[in-house]
C-alpha cells in the first residue's frame, strides 16, 4: 500500500498572530478555524499547514492523502506491522491516526490532492533559443509571490534509517536518494524527486517545508519581500545537488525553514536511488552552521 502524496503539515507555536503574519508574507492565505490557523496556496482548494496554539513550538503532525474509501485497509495494515491506532489530537479531527519510531503524529486522510493553479510560461532567451524578441520582460516580473502548493517536508529524526525503514514499511514511501548520515529524501511515486524526508538529529522536530513557485525571479521576489518584512535570516539563492531544484530559505519565526523553489527533477518508477557523498547544493552562499541545528526542545 502507498499513501498518494503529502497533504500538510501541523505546528504547535505560541501565537497564531505570529504564525498569520508570517505566511501572509510568505505569500500564503490563511483564515481561522476551530481555534486554529489554516494556511493554502492562492488557486488551491487544500489545507497546506495548520498552526494550533501551545506553550512552544512543535511539529504537531504530518498527513498524507489516501484514497476514499481506504481507511479501514490502512487501519488492518497498520496493526499487521505492530502499528498503534491513536486517537486524534484534540485541535485536529478526522482520519486515521499513528505515531513513528520518534513519536510524530501521522495522520491518513481519505482527501484528494487538490489541483493547483498553472504558471505562465515567461519568453526566455537561453543559448541559442531565442523566445523574446523587442519586449522588455522586467517591467512583469515584480508581482507579489505566491506559491502554488507544498512541494515537500523534510523533518529530523534521531535515526535516519530507522525512519526510512518505518515510513517504507507504513506508508509505502519509495527512497528517492540518501547523503549518508545527514539527509534521507522519500517520494511517493511517480512526480516530485521528494515530498517527504528527513535530516539526522538527536530528537524529532521541523527541519523545513518547500513551496513551489515558478521561476528564479519569483525566489528572488519572494527573498526580498520577506526580509523587507523582517525576516532576513536565509540561506540561498541556490541551486541544490539531490533533487536538482533552485532554493531560497528563510527562517521562521521559530527556529524552523520555509523554502521557495522551482525546478525540481521529477521521476518515475524507474528511478534508481543512490547513495551520495556531495554538499546540498551545487552553488550557493556559504550554507549557515545553524542551517541543520534542531531547535525544538527534546522532548522528555
Known amino acids: 500500500m502507498r499513501v498518494n502524496g503529502l497533504l500538510h503539515y501541523g505546528l504547535q507555536v505560541p501565537s497564531l498572530e505570529t504564525g498569520q503574519n508570517f505566511y501572509s ?67 485536529v479531527s478526522g482520519g486515521l491516526w499513528f505515531r513513528d519510531p520518534d513519536a510524530n503524529l501521522v495522520n491518513l486522510r481519505e482527501e484528494a490532492l487538490a489541483p493547483w493553479r498553472t504558471f505562465d510560461t515567461l519568453p526566455a532567451n537561453f543559448g541559442d533559443e531565442i523566445r523574446r524578441v523587442d519586449q522588455a520582460l522586467w517591467p512583469t516580473l515584480n508581482e507579489k509571490t505566491q506559491p502554488r502548493r507544498l512541494g515537500h517536508v523534510l523533518i529530523f529524526s534521531s535515526d535516519n534509517t530507522r525512519s526510512e525503514e518505518f515510513y517504507r514499511r507504513s506508508l509505502g514511501l519509495r527512497l528517492s536518494d540518501r547523503i549518508p548520515g545527514i539527509a534521507t529524501f522519500m517520494n511517493t511515486g511517480p512526480g516530485d524527486h521528494h515530498v517527504f524526508g528527513f535530516i539526522q538529529s538527536t530528537h524529532p522536530g521541523l527541519h523545513h517545508s518547500s513551496w513551489e513557485v515558478a521561476n528564479l525571479d519569483q525566489i528572488a521576489v519572494g527573498a526580498r519581500s520577506m526580509a523587507e518584512a523582517g525576516h532576513t535570516t536565509g540561506w540561498g539563492l541556490g541551486r541544490h545537488s539531490v533533487g536538482s531544484n533552485l532554493f531560497h530559505y528563510i527562517r521562521d519565526p521559530w527556529g524552523s525553514w520555509i523554502e521557495y523553489f522551482s525546478d525540481i527533477d521529477q521521476i518515475t518508477e524507474k528511478w534508481e536511488p543512490q547513495d551520495w557523498d556531495t554538499s546540498p547544493a551545487v552553488w550557493c552562499p556559504v550554507m549557515p552552521g545553524e542551517f541543520i541545528v534542531n531547535q525544538e526542545s527534546k522532548p522528555e
Request: with cysteine; hydrophobic share 35%; charged share 30%.
Open 25 to 91: 508574507s510568505f505569500g500564503l492565505d490563511t483564515a481561522e478555524r476551530d481555534n486554529s490557523l489554516v494556511v493554502r496556496c492562492s488557486g488551491r482548494d487544500l489545507d497546506q499547514t495548520v498552526l494550533t496554539e501551545g506553550p512552544e513550538k512543535r511539529l504537531h503532525h504530518v498527513a498524507f492523502s489516501v484514497d476514499a474509501g481506504s481507511l479501514p485497509n490502512w487501519q488492518r495494515h497498520l496493526e499487521t506491522l505492530d502499528i498503534r491506532i491513536v486517537d486524534p489530537p484534540r485541535q
